[in-house]
C-alpha cells in the first residue's frame, strides 16, 4: 500500500496535520543541507530575503525533493492524484538568532481557492522542542480564517509578522520529526513555532504548497511544476525544471517567480518585509 493509510488520513482529517512519514533517507538529507551550505558560503545572500522562496527552481537537487515518491503519494491521498508544485520555501533558524513563526493559518493571505492543497515540512535537520520545531493547533482547520495581525516583528520568519493572538501553547502539539521525515498540513490550521535553542541550525524545506490542478490563484500569478497526474484546467503558467545549480536560466526562473510571489504576499498590505 502506498500513500497514507486510513489512520493517518483520519489523524489529518480530524486534526489538520499528519507526521511522521519517512521520505528522505539520512543521505538524502545531508545531501541537501550540504547543497544549502555550498550556495551560502559560495553565493552570499542568495537564499535570503525572498529568494529563501522558490529554490527548487535554482538546485537539480531541491527539485528532486519536490518530487520524491513518498511525499508525493501521501500527498496525493489528500489532494487526489493531479498534483503541481507552487512554491518552495527554507525556513532556517540559526543557532544564537531569535528567528520564529507566529501562529497564523496559511491560507490567510496566499490566494489559493479552493483549499484542495496542502503544505510538506521537510525536515533537512532534526526538528525537536529544544530547536523550534512546528506547533499545531489540532482541529484549528475545522475554523474560518481568523483575525492576523501584521506585527513585521524583525525575528519573525514570516513575511507580514501576521499573527493569531492569544493561542495557548498547552493546547498545540509539537511537531518532531528526525532528518528527511516529513509532516503535512492543512491550509487553515494554526501553526507556528519557537525559538531555536539548540547548538545547530533547524532547517525546514517546505513545499509550500501542493495544490490540486483545480486550485487557482486569486490575488496574482504562482508558477508552477508538474508533480504527478493532468493538468486539465491549465490555471498557471509553468516554469523550467533547473538542469544546473544556480545557473543563468534557472536564476532568470526564480527572480520571475518571486517577483510575482511578493505581489501575493504584500496585497493590500501598507508595508512590506524582508521575504
Ligand atoms: O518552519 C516553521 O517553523 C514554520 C513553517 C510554516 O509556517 C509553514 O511551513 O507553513
Not at 1 to 16: A, F, I, P, R, V
Not at 203 to 226: A, D, E, H, L, R
Request: charged share 25%; proline share 3%; aromatic share 8%.
Amino acid at each position: 500500500m502506498t500513500g497514507l493509510t486510513t489512520e493517518q488520513l483520519d489523524h489529518y482529517n480530524s486534526k489538520g496535520y499528519i507526521s511522521s512519514i519517512n521520505a528522505l533517507s539520512s543521505f538524502e538529507a545531508k545531501e541537501v543541507r550540504d547543497e544549502i551550505e555550498k550556495i551560502e558560503k559560495d553565493w552570499p545572500g542568495a537564499l535570503e530575503g525572498i529568494n529563501r522562496n522558490y529554490i527548487h527552481l535554482i538546485s537539480p537537487i531541491f527539485n528532486k525533493v519536490c518530487l520524491n515518491k513518498n511525499i508525493l503519494d501521501a500527498v496525493e491521498s489528500i489532494i487526489g492524484k493531479d498534483i503541481l508544485i507552487c512554491g518552495t520555501t527554507l525556513f532556517i533558524k540559526n543557532p544564537n538568532e531569535k528567528g520564529f513563526v507566529s501562529f497564523h493559518q496559511d491560507a490567510k493571505y496566499i490566494g489559493l481557492e479552493p483549499h484542495n492543497w496542502v503544505t510538506a515540512w521537510v525536515a533537512i535537520t532534526d526538528a525537536n522542542e529544544k530547536n523550534g520545531c512546528m506547533r499545531m493547533l489540532p482541529g484549528s482547520h475545522k475554523e474560518n480564517l481568523k483575525t492576523h495581525e501584521q506585527k513585521f516583528d524583525e525575528n519573525n520568519l514570516l513575511t507580514r509578522g501576521q499573527t493569531v493572538k492569544n493561542v495557548s501553547l498547552e493546547k498545540t502539539e509539537p511537531i518532531v520529526l528526525k532528518a528527511g521525515q516529513v509532516s503535512l498540513h492543512h491550509p487553515t490550521i494554526v501553526h507556528g513555532s519557537g525559538l531555536n535553542n539548540s547548538n545547530d541550525r533547524r532547517i525546514g524545506f517546505v513545499i509550500q504548497s501542493y495544490i490540486g490542478t483545480n486550485v487557482n490563484q486569486v490575488i496574482g500569478k504562482m508558477y508552477v511544476q508538474k508533480a504527478r497526474g493532468e493538468d486539465k484546467f491549465n490555471y498557471h503558467q509553468y516554469s523550467k525544471t533547473p538542469t544546473e545549480l544556480m545557473g543563468k536560466n534557472e536564476l532568470t526562473s526564480q527572480n520571475k517567480a518571486n517577483e510575482e510571489l511578493s505581489k501575493i504576499f504584500y496585497s493590500g498590505s501598507k508595508k512590506i518585509g524582508k521575504f
